[in-house]
């Protein structure tokens, strides 16, 4: 039986850090910007993970997340 990821994503918008907790096996996450550069690329080790942004300047990203089988399985 398929069992369906399930993901939360705190504190939305975004103010300094971003945390994603969930039952996902994920091998990488990567935040990106409107016109598609790369700007954060995680390799998360643990179910909850906080991704610390107040580095980057004001605007709108976009959130991939990657399984273990190269699925994008979410972009917000």
Do not use: W
Request: glycine residues 4%.
């Amino acid at each position: 039986m398929l069992v369906k990821p399930k993901f939360k994503f705190f504190q939305i918008p975004v103010i300094n850090q971003l945390t994603i907790k969930g039952n996902l096996n994920l091998s990488q996450i990567k935040i990106f910007d409107v016109i598609g550069r790369i700007h954060r690329t995680i390799n998360p080790i643990n179910e909850t993970e906080t991704i610390n942004i107040s580095t980057l300047s004001k605007g709108i990203y976009f959130i991939s997340l990657i399984d273990e089988t190269n699925n994008a399985l979410k972009v917000l």
